[in-house]
């Protein structure tokens, strides 16, 4: 009897230690991808940080001989009268201008201009935003489904700021439906963020691109800079928030932002 009952005891030390092993597990995957996840963030904000310091020297340095180009080219053209020479002086000054475009919105993604922090109701923002975009969103055939649950308190924020990352995502959307489509704007909040999903029905990320869209510089749009999302996720972070893709297949895209109420 006594044997019995010490086997039986061995048992369930040997059950116990094995439902120890077990916990011992999943605390050690759920810690490691806490750290994979870390180190990710880190990767990601080293760039943004890298893209900062290279962008903010490059822009500058670039943009004073692209000054004097600009100035030169306006001289050659103002006396000139050969109408084809002239369409090439016009040609020369539209690149000009775009290169200029590209160095404004690298100077954009690496520093905050004009800083201001108000009361900002952020429904306005989105309402403001679409405003702005309604004629894209006209030409486009484009519904747009506002789904506010709850409309959330104002938040100390930049209102430009908070405004740049609804025009970067309604931007991608808007580009990515063609001819119509549906872009959905979600609004909700808790104790502790505010929500907001952005939806289209284009034609998705494909999977393998999802892990860099954030990226500065990833584009897959021959007339894009891949600014747009780092300037999104620079903001983001910026007020503690967080966004992601939330969604992507063929049916369409969701990024969601949550924002610290
Ligand atoms: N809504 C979307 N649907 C499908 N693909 C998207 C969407 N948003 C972003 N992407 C993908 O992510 C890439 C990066 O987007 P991002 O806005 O950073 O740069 P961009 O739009 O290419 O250029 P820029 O915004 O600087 O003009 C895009 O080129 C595209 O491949
Ligand atoms: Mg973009």
Redesign the pocket.
Known sequence: MKNRELLREKEMLLAEIEAWNLELEARVHEKSEALQKAQAEIVQSEKLATLGYLSAGMAHEIRNPLNSISLFVQLIKSGMDDPEKLEYVDKIVKEIDRIDGILR?LLDASKRPKFEIRDVLIHQVIDNTLEIFSPQIQLHKITVNRDYRNIPPAIKADPSELEQIFT?LF???I??MASEGTLGVFLDYDQKYITIRVS?T????PAE?VPY?FDPF????SR???????VVLRIVKNYKGKIEVEKSDATG?TFCVKLPL
């Open positions: 919105k970067n931007l991608n959307s580009n990515e289209d284009g034609t998705g990320i691109n869209v990833f584009t897959t749009n894009g800079t891949g600014l747009g999302l780092s895209t």
